[in-house]
């Protein structure tokens, strides 16, 4: 659609062009009576000449965008659309003042001095502009990313000029980090002066989640650790295989030196009258609570299975 819809764009602007330069050169229009006090050559040259740049311009635009997203990304295309919207806007905004007055380089001088006096009263959309800006091309997110800013988090399904907009998780109404179904708006200022969290942005998809589980001091920890083990390898198999090697060559394009184990890992931690085991996996942040649960209940189950290896805290109710 967009193809023909430029190309269409293109013809209309290129015609209106040649009509307009017609209307006011060649004096076709003499015998027209005045429109608003100017020959009516003037003003319908001008009109046409206005057609031409909007025509041409926006043509122009949507075959560059049809162009050069034909094979990006979905994050890609967002922000080269938005990259084209802005630069395309100026042009034809300049364009259109060129050809709608003869005095357009005194016109874009006033607008420069209220643009400078009003830009006191637009601090925040100017620094969120500037803030869009930084955003495409730091690239600390993009569409489709789950990230925290400041006191917002979701899914970013949206990064425009002066606002990024979120497909919110948890929230008021939901926990555990499920969709509360709200869309969030956050002005994009506040990601210079706020923390950004992206959860799966260091290069790799995938982050590692912990599920613990308390038991009694008389368990056997051996036996424990080596169920938990057993059933996450189970569970997640070549997903967290595939993980831990997008995550690993991630960790080799940085200085960061950390150690990558290639399964899940089980961490003790002694409380006053339990202990708690961590079993430590890689996996999709938007698949971490649906895994969570499911380990926990084979885990669980597993447990109950041996009440002889395994004692939960007397006072913990089940």
Same mark, same amino acid.
């Given at each position: 659609?967009?193809?023909?819809?430029?190309?269409?764009?293109?013809?209309?602007?290129?015609?209106?062009?040649? !009509?307009?330069?017609?209307?006011? %050169? &060649?004096?076709?229009? !003499?015998?027209?009576?005045?429109?608003?006090?100017?020959?009516? !050559?003037?003003?319908?040259?001008?009109?046409?000449?206005?057609?031409?740049?909007?025509?041409?311009?926006?043509?122009?635009?949507?075959?560059?965008? #049809?162009?050069?997203?034909?094979?990006?990304?979905?994050?890609? *295309?967002?922000?080269?659309?938005?990259?084209? #919207?802005?630069?395309?806007?100026?042009?034809?905004?300049?364009?259109?003042?060129?050809? !709608? %007055?003869?005095?357009?380089?005194?016109?874009?001088?006033?607008?420069?001095?209220?643009?400078?006096?009003? &830009?006191?009263?637009?601090?925040?959309?100017?620094?969120?502009?500037?803030?869009?800006?930084?955003?495409?091309?730091?690239?600390?997110?993009?569409?489709?990313? #789950?990230?925290?800013?400041?006191?917002?988090?979701?899914?970013?399904?949206?990064?425009?000029?002066?606002?990024?907009?979120?497909?919110?998780?948890?929230?008021?109404?939901?926990? &555990?980090?499920?969709?509360?179904?709200?869309?969030? %708006?956050?002005?994009?200022?506040?990601?210079?002066?706020?923390?950004?969290?992206?959860?799966?942005?260091?290069?790799?998809?995938?982050?590692?989640?912990? +599920?613990?589980?308390?038991?009694?001091?008389? &368990?056997?920890?051996?036996?424990?650790?080596?169920?938990?083990?057993?059933?996450?390898?189970?569970?997640?198999?070549?997903?967290?295989?595939?993980?831990?090697?997008?995550?690993?060559? *991630?960790? /080799?394009?940085?200085?960061?030196?950390? @150690?990558?184990?290639?399964?899940?890992? +089980?961490?003790?931690?002694?409380? @006053?009258?339990?202990? @708690?085991?961590?079993?430590?996996?890689? %996996?999709?942040?938007?698949?971490?609570?649906?895994?969570?649960?499911?380990?926990?209940? #084979?885990?669980?189950?597993?447990?109950?299975?041996?009440?002889?290896?395994? /004692?939960?805290?007397?006072?913990?109710?089940?």
């Amino acid at each position: 659609m967009r193809r023909p819809l430029g190309l269409a764009s293109l013809a209309v602007g290129l015609l209106a062009g040649i !009509a307009g330069t017609v209307a006011g %050169t &060649t004096g076709a229009l !003499a015998d027209w009576p005045p429109i608003g006090g100017y020959p009516a !050559a003037v003003v319908a040259g001008r009109s046409l000449l206005v057609v031409a740049v909007a025509g041409v311009v926006y043509g122009s635009y949507l075959l560059a965008v #049809r162009v050069l997203t034909r094979s990006a990304s979905k994050r890609r *295309a967002h922000n080269v659309r938005n990259l084209f #919207r802005l630069a395309f806007g100026i042009v034809g905004t300049v364009a259109t003042l060129a050809v !709608a %007055t003869e005095n357009w380089l005194g016109l874009l001088f006033s607008l420069g001095v209220i643009g400078f006096a009003i &830009t006191f009263a637009l601090q925040q959309p100017l620094l969120s502009l500037i803030a869009w800006v930084y955003i495409a091309v730091k690239q600390p997110f993009g569409v489709g990313d #789950r990230v925290r800013i400041d006191d917002a988090k979701g899914d970013v399904i949206g990064v425009d000029f002066l606002v990024t907009t979120l497909w919110e998780i948890n929230g008021e109404l939901v926990t &555990t980090n499920q969709p509360s179904g709200r869309v969030v %708006t956050v002005p994009n200022s506040v990601v210079l002066s706020s923390n950004v969290v992206n959860f799966g942005g260091g290069g790799s998809p995938y982050v590692w989640n912990e +599920v613990p589980i308390q038991v009694a001091y008389e &368990t056997d920890l051996e036996f424990a650790r080596e169920v938990m083990i057993e059933e996450t390898t189970d569970l997640l198999g070549r997903d967290m295989a595939d993980g831990i090697a997008a995550y690993r060559e *991630a960790l /080799a394009e940085t200085p960061v030196e950390l @150690e990558v184990h290639d399964g899940p890992t +089980v961490n003790v931690r002694q409380e @006053e009258s339990w202990v @708690e085991l961590r079993v430590r996996y890689l %996996t999709h942040p938007r698949r971490g609570q649906r895994v969570k649960n499911r380990l926990y209940e #084979r885990i669980l189950e597993r447990f109950n299975d041996n009440p002889d290896r395994v /004692a939960f805290p007397v006072s913990r109710s089940r």
